[in-house]
């Protein structure tokens, strides 16, 4: 049987935060979800929909404290909100690099310091940060998303270490390609150098961007009802992994980014075994 939690779920408006949010109301539990517009395509009697910019530290503060009040209690936030952007490291700007930082990095940063003075209290809580397998490595034209996601990998594993005797878990959720707006409407282009456009080409099929994509068309992938499944289940456990690897192939991917990065060490003097 399902203990009621009260979550906090950042970037609920559509794609795998409204399918946690769904998840979670289904499963009984108390949701405090956040979108820029304030608003969901769904209504429930344990649904409270807030207006949140991921990047303002103090409404991360005014959110958390509003969910005390809603529930008395705070048990699972999952920094989920976040976008891609599309663009060399040269042909970036000043406002696109800090804006990418802002929402996909320190938004979560902001969230689990607010968190944390609450969960320590209760002494216990879990933070779940949404990362992907571009936490892992890192590809060609995403260079800022994949430094964002790497950053939020970096501090959550400390985070994980300095929370743990306080009774709070931590996860990474690791993913691949989700069928959602995230790589269509979702994507963010910085404005193209020709100098990149044949390896455009070579990516993305095409040298022009932003590409062009249907009104609701999603990137193909997992179902995010799917990955969001695997999250409940994960933060139902009594125990876990740091990094919860979910999504059809995300493994593979990730596997072969491991490969690559230590067949690269062990190219290098320092590296190579000293047995035999």
């Known amino acids: 049987m399902t203990i009621p939690n009260t979550w906090l779920i950042t970037g609920a408006s ?10 979670a109301l289904a499963a009984g539990h108390r949701v405090v979800a956040t979108t820029r517009q304030g608003a969901l395509p769904a209504q429930h009697p344990l649904l409270t929909v807030v207006r949140l910019d991921p990047a303002d530290r ?34 970036l700007s000043e406002e696109e690099a800090r804006a990418i930082l802002d929402v996909d990095l320190l938004g ?48 959550t594993e400390a985070l994980a270490s300095e929370v743990q005797p306080m009774g709070i878990r931590v996860t990474l959720v690791e993913t691949g390609a989700m069928d959602t707006r995230w790589a269509t409407s979702g994507m963010q282009f910085s404005a193209p150098n020709a100098a990149y456009d044949e390896l455009r080409e070579q990516l993305f099929g095409t040298p022009t961007v932003p590409w062009p994509s249907e009104p609701g068309a999603t990137g193909g992938g997992t179902s995010p009802d799917d990955v969001a499944d695997g999250i ?41 075994s000293s047995a035999g």
């Open 58 to 91: 103090q409404q991360c503060r005014r959110i958390v404290e509003e969910a005390q009040k809603v529930a008395g209690s705070l048990d699972v936030v999952v920094n989920n909100a976040g976008y891609g952007l599309v663009g060399a490291a040269e042909e």
């Open 108 to 155: 979560p940063l902001w969230l689990t310091q607010a968190a944390l003075p609450l969960m320590r209290s209760q002494g216990s809580g879990h933070i779940v940060q949404i990362s992907s397998t571009g936490g892992v490595g890192a590809m060609p034209m995403l260079g800022l998303y994949n430094a964002a996601k790497w950053g939020l990998e970096g501090f």
């Open 14 to 23: 559509s794609g795998l935060g409204l399918a946690l949010t769904e998840r």
């Open 232 to 272: 409940l289940a994960h933060i139902a456990a009594d125990d876990g992994p740091l990094r919860l690897v979910l999504g059809d192939g995300t493994a593979d991917q990730i596997r072969m980014v491991l490969d690559r990065r230590q067949q690269d060490y062990a190219t290098q003097p320092g590296f190579q």
